[in-house]
């Protein structure tokens, strides 16, 4: 028998390799929609740093001009208070590969964000006025990240799953609706932690005050390690699997403990498929971030060229980079400057931006990869509401016979 020969027309690159949905994560991180809720993102979550930093911080040492979590590509640190109470650190330049690797768009986000927490359970004591200023800066932060984040998560799900750009009215209706969810859902694990730190400062921390009551402390601190090993196993999960509940409550529309027990089990569950999973997502919004901070910076650098031709670049440097001494013209001069500023702010803060944007992108494209890895759900099931469904099957009624047909088609055929 003769053999057959068989040509093969095209590779399914989705079925052999399902992680490639990692790379649309780009595509859509820099899609206008997406950019303008991690824009609004971040000017909200800076903002409420630098009220905090104002009211609860004295003695502040500004050494920039812009709040925690903005758009400071040249400063290391903006904010750093009197006392040793660190700020988020500011979002750093892709100088290098390791940097842009390091401090990029997955790892240095989650950096970011989970950096106030890392404040609170550092050794020694920040005060009350610390623990207030980063207590109320990360819970501004989560709140912030609660709606813009789960506005951008939403909008990646139904892109990644089944190709549908959501309206501003489906996105709103989804946050409002699940911003509780949100923002509970990383709280919940917090909130035991709390509860079993008030234990151990109750016990074994008012018992080892006094040498008379030591011997009872020492008793209690074997039960204690325990607590503090459930403490470390509920840290451990939370800071791995936190930016998977915004998925999950995204893609499958339920609440805050589906979203808390999903984010445990699926990175515990595929651990190696996880890490490669968001090593890939590194190495692409590296590269990215790479390229969306060079155009910001040319798209600035050209508008100063196009400028320097008639005003001079000593009078653009001037202007665009100001030592505060100086200025021919105290009001309008100021003003002037101030406005250059916001402009070059603006645009720095939309490349700042991307990061954010490409995080919430590329977690849920991770999410989809996990829940097909663990329970094996096709990428393309996603929840989706009555508002967005766009197409829909028309009414259908049936004949005499018992036929299913398109309601009012009868109407028509009669006349």
């Known amino acids: 028998m003769a053999d057959q020969l068989v040509t093969l027309r095209a590779i399914s690159w989705r079925d052999c390799c399902p992680w490639l949905i990692i790379a649309r994560a780009f595509r859509l991180a820099i899609s206008l929609q997406l950019l303008t809720f991690a824009t609004l993102g971040v000017l909200l979550a800076g903002f409420g740093w630098l009220v905090l930093g104002e009211l609860l911080v004295t003695g502040m040492e500004r050494n920039g001009t812009v709040a925690p979590n903005t758009i400071s590509f040249h400063s290391t640190k903006d904010y750093l208070p009197r006392g040793s109470i660190p700020p988020p650190p500011a979002i750093c330049t892709p100088h290098s590969a390791w940097r842009a690797l390091a401090d990029g768009p997955v790892y240095g986000v989650w950096g970011r964000l989970n950096a106030p927490y890392g404040f609170l359970l550092a050794a020694g004591s920040i005060g009350w006025r610390g623990t207030v200023y980063a207590l109320g800066g990360a819970f501004w932060t989560l709140?912030?990240?609660?709606?813009?984040?789960?506005?951008?998560?939403?909008?990646?799900?139904?892109?990644?799953?089944?190709?549908?750009?959501?309206?501003?009215?489906?996105?709103?209706?989804?946050?409002?609706?699940?911003?509780?969810?949100?923002?509970?859902?990383?709280?919940?694990?917090?909130l035991l932690v709390t509860g079993l730190t008030i234990v151990l400062f109750a016990t074994i921390g008012v018992l080892a005050q006094w040498d008379a009551s030591l011997w009872i402390a020492g008793i209690l601190w074997g039960p204690a390690l325990v607590l503090a090993f459930t403490m470390a196993v509920v840290l451990l999960g939370l800071s791995v699997g936190w930016p998977l509940?915004?998925?999950?409550?995204?893609?499958?529309?339920?609440?805050?403990?589906?979203?808390?027990?999903?984010?445990?089990?699926?990175?515990?569950q595929r651990p190696l498929h996880y890490l490669f999973y968001t090593l890939v997502a590194a190495v692409v919004g590296a590269l990215g971030w790479f390229l969306v901070y060079h155009v910001a910076d040319w798209v600035i650098h050209l508008c100063s060229w196009g400028a320097s031709w008639t005003a001079g670049w000593s009078r653009i440097a001037e202007i665009t980079q100001p030592t505060g001494e100086g200025s021919?013209?105290?009001?309008?001069?100021?003003?002037?400057?101030?406005?250059?500023?916001?402009?070059?702010?603006?645009?720095?803060?939309?490349?700042?931006?991307?990061?954010?944007?490409?995080?919430w992108t590329s977690t849920t494209a991770i999410y989809l990869?996990?829940?097909?890895?663990?329970?094996?759900?096709?990428?393309?099931?996603?929840?989706?509401?009555?508002?967005?469904?766009?197409?829909?099957?028309?009414?259908l009624s049936t004949d005499e016979a018992g036929v299913p047909r398109v309601a009012g088609e009868e109407e028509k055929n009669d006349v």
């Open 328 to 359: 021919a013209s105290p009001a309008a001069g100021r003003a002037g400057t101030l406005l250059v500023a916001c402009w070059i702010g603006l645009v720095r803060t939309i490349a700042t931006a991307f990061t954010y944007s490409f995080f």
């Open 245 to 268: 509940m915004w998925a999950t409550i995204s893609s499958e529309g339920t609440d805050a403990f589906d979203a808390l027990s999903r984010s445990y089990s699926y990175p515990f």
């Open 369 to 395: 990869l996990l829940r097909y890895d663990v329970d094996r759900t096709e990428m393309d099931e996603v929840h989706l509401t009555p508002q967005d469904e766009t197409y829909g099957l028309p009414p």
């Open 143 to 190: 709140a912030v990240w609660s709606w813009f984040g789960a506005a951008i998560s939403r909008s990646a799900a139904l892109q990644l799953t089944v190709d549908e750009r959501p309206l501003l009215s489906h996105l709103f209706s989804h946050c409002a609706a699940k911003f509780a969810s949100h923002l509970m859902a990383p709280i919940l694990p917090l």
